[in-house]
């Protein structure tokens, strides 16, 4: 065949193929038109998943009458004039691109009135052809209407998903538009039905209301980075502001992660994972926050022009920004979050919780303390003064070593604790550490007779991770491996799971191999062997029973009977204590029975 350039339809198909997707990028660039043309109120109706038809309606600036027809050209803008106007680039559009690719797929109708014109024009476009222009009277702003999207591909329109989920693509894209312009007034609707409308209040709370629910926009908090000074004088101002969630409020992945830069919604999984960051320890592994953040940089530092869809952009000082969101948002949870709610399960790594765990440790520091002493005297008969010295050449300490008198199980307390009763007094277990500390033995040992136990899986788990922690599986897949996954690199952007831990065989093995490169990730340069056991310990703290789980009598007596056979059951393998102890000789004393007999 001969070389010859393809008529403009067909280049314009073509081309099309990269800016509309599915219905849902039709809605994302007229309602960016519509922002650019500095509409106060946009109307989005749907029907049919957007597929059938798609109209935008604003009341922004319009089009004049002669430049209607030219508006559909490929690369007609009015937003940029030369090459150098794409360092400063202010608005959402500038490829000139949009609507001619929208009109090559579908049938379009376009109403429009310009400011200070006194008619408006109506224009029929079908496969991209022009049909038909009227003048006609109508509304300042613009009216357009896309219908049959991908008649004329049917290639494309294969790939379109069900009705329901091109329609949830859309609403997702339009509450984040409502989001990122608090100050238009939105309305999506489906057919008859409603699916969002916002006030235009300028209040980004008001919009987060109508998103989310009251529920969730109540546990979200205002951030507002103090300054836009830039932390060191050549790196750019970055201004972050918008809503987090409290630790309370959070899902099982990072799509509730919005991200603005410039006004312009983002998909930028270093940016993402900055805010991720910020959560660090407030959230189990495994949870994301909810976001909305606005990054505001001088637009010469960014470049937009990255991909057609300008879902991606470049920054010059990405660190910086990076920085900057993370700072910001870990400053917000930090001076804002309030004691969450007796939520136990969610408050594992919650700074609360580890306050708390701290003063409960030293308490049971003391306690312990006077149990060694205890079982000291009950068992040898020697005195306290006369132990041998700790920390005494290698001798592993001996206290520790100790294993736990015989336990008879009383009940259980708020779900929690474990009571026991020993010879030596009360001991209140923790039910959690001291599984955690079971099947950290038990997975030591299992660890120590060559192969670890792991589960292959029927089928392998593709789990789809930021390129960060890409990076942290492939150098460690050897510490993966040996703790009992099984892991590949499955494409860029994921890894395949093809075995867990038999430990944690009955778990999402997405979670799992999470859970674990969460420990990676945590480990401020460990030695390769500290790292595994960390590895491990974290493992186990995913598979224990969970604190407010309710334990038959059974149940409890399986437990104390296994951390009786630990070897160091009074830590869990976090180093956090298993138990609290009241000997019988302080109970005595706590009551004034001592002496007073
Ligand atoms: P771009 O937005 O990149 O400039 P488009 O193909 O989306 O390219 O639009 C082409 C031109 O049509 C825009 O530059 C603008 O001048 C005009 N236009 C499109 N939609 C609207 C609208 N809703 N209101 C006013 N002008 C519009
Ligand atoms: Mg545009």
Redesign the pocket.
Known sequence: MAIRILPTEVANQIAAGEVVERPASVVK?LV??AL?AGARHVIVEIDGGGRRMMRVADDGSGIPADEVELAFHRYA?SKLASVHDLDGIRT??F??E??ASIASVSRVTLVTRAVGETVGTRLWLDGGELHQREPVGAPQGTVITVENLFYNVPARLKFLKKDSTERGHISALVSRYAMAYPDVRFTLSHGKQTMLRTTGSGALKDVLVEVYGLEAASQMVAVESSTAEPSRPDLPPVHVSGFVSLPSLNRSNRSHITLFVNGRWVQDSSLTYAVVQAYHTMLMVGRYPVAVLMVDVPPHDVDVNVHPTKAEVRFRHPNAVFSAIQRAVRRTLVEQAPPPAVRTEVMWGSPEWAARRERLSQVTQERMQQMGIGLEMQGTGQHPQQRPQEGEADEPRPARKRALPMLRVIGQVGATYVVAEGPAGLYLVDQHAAHERVLYEQFMAQQAEADVARQELLEAAVVELPPEQIVLVEENLETLNEVGFRVELFGRRSVQVRAVPALVAGEDPAAALMAAIGEIECGQMPTEATAEERLIARVCKRAAIKAGQVLSFSEMEALIRQLEACEQPQNCPHGRPTMLHLSAEQLAKEFGRLGAI
Request: aromatic share 0%.
């Open positions: 660039e960016e038109n650019d803008t959402l559009g490829r000139g949009a609507l």
